[in-house]
């Protein structure tokens, strides 16, 4: 029997790569840059999605074309460190095949391959090396001011595309406020790194009527309510400790059927056993000073009763990520088994309040960690916004835009920490295009002919990428393409001379201006990650000619 019945190898040429790449890139196309549209779609579930967010958008897709999923694989494993960059990431893979796909043949895929390998290897660095040279790096010990506006400008750069100006500058005024910048520089950078890996601790997504209404609160905000509330004395600090535990004895199947079966002494026994217990719990809460107890799971209301008696409020139902967050921002211990004599210094919490809160008609608990070892954290985010589905929008905007901001960061010894950027508009992607095509990246006499290739096609893309945003940022005339063509020469004879280099890009409006003055600024990190993780897939789609399906 033929091992192969059933199966059919296709061919996958460089014009399918380029068509999938397009119908992905037609998607996101109109919402690219800071005048982007929004795409109004529909997943398999019925989910009406209103988004120009990329990576929102690939992810809703059921993509049957393996190459196409291969793709969309890419785009997502890049978000996942940089948190932003799909539509630029997907623009320039279209640009690069078209390239491609007009000049050069099937014949011709070694030599492709060969050009990825060598721009990978001996352009791309001294390409890096370039760019850093010419970045803004600005210092937190030295220069708070330029740290500062750097910080803002990446804010500014991420939430642009989506929304208004005027909220933009809200937004990132609100966000900036959360943030200490008169923490010495490692524990600014741990205070970054904590919101950024756990974003959504820090907020509170509520109905309201505009996103300008977003604020920030001094503290943190458990979403919970107190079971059991009771007055704490406002000029203590309010000690408590978190339970992983059930306060009663876990009673085993076996066991739990032997008490049913037994006498009803059997049973009263059992009971007066479990309230022993729970006395015990309560008597090492008074002795301790113990005020509130924090738990993960469910106290029975006999157990409130008896806490009650002791005056020792009760938070229950918290969720494990919410009590795992809580014991790495006050570097203490959750309890995790029980009965003991007495809890440990590292198991007791302290903050200097807690209280009940209403956010958005939602009772939830205001909490003030304090104490010696506390990590250095931000404040509670509240993003409103008029529905649920555009709260989740937010979130996602903000989350981007702060993984953004990490990004830009470098702890250097001292500790000093720096922020490295460069500034927006795509002036990145025109700095490059300029270095590619003068041939500077070049240092030896022997040039690599796939080199020079693929050199060739990743200028061009890079202009493509420039030339997509200023489409969509300007007017749609007969004379736009050559509005292009004036103000690119305009940037490369001002690029002349790359000692003196003014990093223009284009505006809200399309203007070219000096984005680093119009405070928008860009990761360099970011910007690197991308064309590497581009490099990736294309060697991928270039070392695959053929697929097989069944």
Not at 15 to 32: D, N, T
Not at 158 to 175: D, F, G, K, Q
Not at 301 to 312: F, M, T
Not at 337 to 365: H, L, N, Y
Request: one cysteine or more.
């Amino acid at each position: 029997m033929d091992n192969n019945q059933g199966t059919e190898l296709k061919l996958l040429d460089f014009s399918k790569s380029l068509q999938i790449a397009r119908a992905l890139e037609s998607l996101v196309l109109r919402g690219f840059g800071p005048q982007g549209l929004q795409t109004l779609m529909c997943t398999s579930t019925g989910q009406v999605l209103v988004t120009n967010n990329g990576a929102t958008i690939f992810n809703a897709l059921h993509i049957g074309h393996p190459a196409g999923r291969l793709m969309v694989k890419a785009i997502d494993k890049m978000i996942q460190y940089t948190g932003d960059g799909s539509k630029t990431f997907i623009v320039m893979l279209s640009e690069i095949l078209q390239q491609i796909d007009c000049n050069y043949t099937e014949k011709d895929r070694g030599k492709l391959i060969r050009g990825v390998t060598h721009f990978t290897h001996n352009v791309f660095p001294v390409l890096q090396k370039q760019v850093l040279d010419h970045s803004r790096t600005s210092s937190l010990i030295n220069d708070k001011k330029a740290f500062c506006d750097s910080f803002d400008g990446v804010l500014r750069s991420v939430i642009s595309p989506h929304y208004s100006a005027r909220v933009v500058e809200n937004l990132v005024t609100t966000v900036t406020s959360s943030f200490n910048f008169d923490l010495p520089s490692d524990h600014f950078y741990e205070q970054v790194s904590i919101i950024t890996r756990n974003l959504s601790q820090f907020v509170i997504k509520t109905v309201g009527p505009s996103v300008t209404d977003s604020t920030t609160l001094d503290s943190l905000i458990i979403q919970r309510d107190f079971a059991l509330h009771l007055n704490l004395c406002p000029m203590e600090k309010v000690r408590f400790v978190i339970l992983m535990c059930s306060i009663e004895e876990q009673v085993k199947q076996e066991d739990n059927e032997s008490i049913y079966l037994s006498t009803n002494d059997s049973l009263r026994n059992f009971m007066l056993y479990q309230r022993e217990r729970v006395d015990k719990f309560a008597q090492m809460c008074v002795e301790q000073k113990i005020n509130v107890v924090i738990s993960s799971v469910g106290i029975p209301k006999y157990c409130l009763q008896v806490l009650a008696s002791r005056n020792i409020s009760v938070i229950h139902y918290l969720e494990e990520e919410d009590v795992e967050f809580l014991s790495q921002m006050c570097r203490k211990h959750v309890i995790l088994e029980f009965p003991r004599v007495q809890f440990t210094e590292k198991e007791i919490f302290v903050a200097s309040s807690c209280q009940r809160v209403i956010i958005g008609g939602k009772p939830c608990v205001q909490l003030t960690p304090c104490g010696e070892g506390l990590a250095p954290y931000t404040k509670t985010l509240i993003l409103a916004a008029p529905t649920d589905s555009l709260c989740g929008q937010l979130y996602t905007v903000i989350h981007k835009a702060i993984k953004s901001v990490y990004l830009s960061l470098i702890l250097s010894e001292g500790p000093s920490c720096s922020s490295a950027t460069i500034p927006g508009g795509t002036s990145f992607e025109l700095m490059c295009s300029h270095f590619l095509t003068t041939g500077r990246w070049c240092k030896s006499k022997t040039l690599v002919d796939e080199g020079v290739q693929m050199v060739s096609i990743l200028a061009e893309a890079f202009v493509g990428v420039a030339r997509i945003l200023h489409r969509n940022v300007t007017e749609t005339t007969q004379n736009q393409t050559h509005d292009f063509l004036i103000k690119l020469s305009r940037v490369w004879e001002r690029d002349a001379d790359m000692d003196s280099l003014h990093c223009l890009g284009f505006d809200r409006r399309g203007t070219l201006r000096d984005m680093d003055k119009e405070g928008v600024m860009e990761p360099i990190a970011l910007k690197f990650h991308l064309v590497s993780c581009l490099m990736d897939l294309l060697c991928t789609l270039l070392k695959t000619d053929g697929i097989i399906g069944t």
